[in-house]
Every structure is written in structure tokens, then in C-alpha cells.
């Protein structure tokens, strides 16, 4: 009998949940943010993951910025100039008189 703690998978109800370390990985403000070897429990039977919280406390410190930074460069989506919508009527199809 192994000496860890271990309870019920809370996905599955039948497997138990096992201290390991896995890849925490997932898309924060549109950037993919990746920890390998991130401390978690996970379930021997679907593979149902809980991340430990005090690692989770860790990667929140590490993405959170404040949004006044300068330091990071958005792009501004390409949009079309003014008066050269498809919706202005210089710009629409010629019509056919029936």
C-alpha cells in the first residue's frame, strides 16, 4: 500500500488521484502559456488533472501584469479605410436591370 494520500477522481469516480508532475498548459490573454513539470494530481484511470494550488499561486504571479504596461506590443488589426466599405454604394457591384 503506498503511504501518499490519495482520494477519488472527481471526473471519473472510479480512479484515484496520484501526485505527479505534468505540463500545465493553457491559452491566458492570447498567449500560450506552458510550465513543465508542474507539481499536480492525477487520476490512474482517465487522467483527470488538479494542478497544486500553491504552484497554480505561482504561474497566476508570473501572467498577471498590469494592463498599463508599455512593455508589450499589440497589433492593430489591419482594418479598411474609410469611405472603402463594400457597403458604399461606389464600391458596390453594378446592378442589372431586369
Known sequence: MASEFTYYCPRCQIGRLH??????????????????????????????????????????????????????EVEEPARPKSGTTVDSPENAPPRKNL
Open 19 to 72: 501526485q505527479e508532475t505534468a505540463t500545465y498548459l493553457r491559452l491566458y490573454r492570447g498567449l500560450l502559456v506552458a510550465a513543465p513539470d508542474t507539481p499536480a494530481h492525477v487520476c490512474d484511470v482517465c487522467g483527470y488533472q488538479e494542478f497544486d494550488q500553491s504552484a497554480m499561486r505561482d504561474i497566476l504571479m508570473l501572467t498577471s501584469f498590469d494592463d498599463d504596461d508599455d512593455d508589450i
